[in-house]
């Protein structure tokens, strides 16, 4: 016999797995997954698609065959059911029209639109709401969303390889051919090119455009290109470069009021302040909910040291340089370590 919450937990799992089947699409929208359940079956599941479709308790409950049952049938949804209208109107009216009387929500939604006058409704309307079923989970899978309502800012996001004795980059001598130093395998290779389509937006320094020539682009799976970002407070970048070649959008933040750089929009910084809040601040104005920062070295560890992080995704080879480039410095709290056969990652929170 299950105890108590179990069930709970179990419809609340589902509706987390079909909200991250639209990881990266819903933009500005929050991620969402919803089931509907009658004496224990699930009779009716739906997800958010992209921002002016149906939300997931709508397509949760279109999806029902028999009607009559939702009545007696409890909603599941790992985020508060909007009450406002927008391009759709209110789930949480949707959810009363249809004669729903228990939803049990993941979190509520702090977001100005909304902010818990959502559950308000369903209550006042007579529906019993549990919240809070898989809570923690339920902020992490929205934490671009949250972070974006919340601390006006996107949700900002540290990656790099580093040796297994703790170097970024080896050293190369001047002059010498530039390319990008693979310390991690294909299948990892192919999961960072995921974990790019999931965001709005990429940066890396000046050093590594140059030296690496990054395209930033998403090619080893299918999904959106992010904005791709440059900090180059000379603003010298090599011309020719493989990201002047790909169609997107590219934005350079310098302090070098001359800069001139092809097919690329150009922000000028303020000298007193520092890159890492100006470079949030711009994103945040711009509706971009979360950036990625791939390097270089100097460009990760700026960002440490100013606190302008949430999460770090570390892989460490199992190759060996022997000298180099150091690798950043962090501390945080380990969520979860992964193998892969010639490297682990693991991904670090800012708490």
Sequence with gaps: MSKAGDDDVKFMGRCLDLARAAEGMTYPNPLVGSVIVHNDMIIGEGFHLKAGGPHAEENAILSVKEKELLPKSVLYVNLEPCSHYGRRPPCAELIIRTGIKTVVIGTPDTSEKVSGRGIELLKNAGCKVKVGVL???????????????????????????????GFIDILRKPGAERSPTWVIGKAERILVHRWRAAEQSILVGAGTFNSDNPELTVRN???????????????NLKCGQSLFKSPGTNIVFTYNMNAKIPDSKVVLMNENIDPSVQIAEYLYKEGIQSLIVEGGAKVLSHFISTGMWDEAIVFRSDKIFGQGIRAPEIKGKIRSETKFSSSTYKLILNH
């Design 135 to 165: 809570g923690e989970e339920s902020r992490f899978i929205n934490r671009r969303f949250f972070t974006f309502n919340e601390k006006k800012r996107p949700y900002i996001i540290l990656k790099w390889a580093q040796s297994s004795d």
């Design 221 to 235: 799976w299918k999904g959106p290109n992010p904005v791709r970002l440059v900090l180059s407070g000379s603003g």
